[in-house]
């Protein structure tokens, strides 16, 4: 009879060199997994970071070329006692290389849109021909979405009459809004903004008004004729209409949105 080998104690029958091989498939095994795993994490990291490029897009201002933001500089304006109802106001300044200044102030909810923006701005070598400024406003409140801009007419403020300009507050959005621009050729600013505060247009255009009024220079940084344009406003500034008062304070027959009504019969 033929013998049979048996394996020795210790030993598996399989040869050393089908072991090197079972073993070094093994580890490459492992690292293709740890290489597939590094790539996913790098794709959902990267996912993330896009979409809050594309979230902080869509809720703030995008800056023009050529702005920048000036960390180092002081606010020279504010707005006392704004009615913010639990928001927090957000402070920033835009500086442009050929002199251009934009101070703007929003006021926002944590994790929520801003419900209005004021803007002073005082150009330097960097303007160029203004467009519509309504759409303008509009824009910087909804970047790149559709809207409907409407005339609102004008309001009275500490700075005169000043135009009103209405929107939806997001592309398709039921809630409207009131833009407004004041430009000021002797002083070489521009003061405008949005305010989506009140839940009607007496209410909103009170908001804009006492927003206006409540504007204060903090420093004129040596430029008298913009100390003249607020010591001269704070001349005709006016308190601000809340509750029951708004209806008949907020607008006359001049400033009122819809056309001028004559008083009496001809």
Known sequence: MRSIRLSEPGQSGIHPALQSFADECGAIAVRLLAYMGSLALLVIVAVNLWDGVE??????????AGWSAAARSHPAFAVSQFDSSGKTEIYEIWRHPDGGRKDVMRWAAAGEKPIAELEIYRPGAEAGPAGLPADEIAGRMNPGGA??????????SKFGPVTLFGFADRPGGSKRCLGFMKGFEAANLKISGWSCQGDNLPAQRAA???TLNRLVLLAARNDPKLAELFAHAELKRRGCATGSALPATSADWVTGAQNPLLRGSL
Request: charge should be negative.
């Open 147 to 156: 809207r409907e801009v409407a005339g609102e007419g004008i309001v009275d």
């Open 208 to 210: 804009v008004a006492c």
């Open 55 to 64: 979230l902080e897009a869509a809720t703030e201002p995008v800056a023009k």
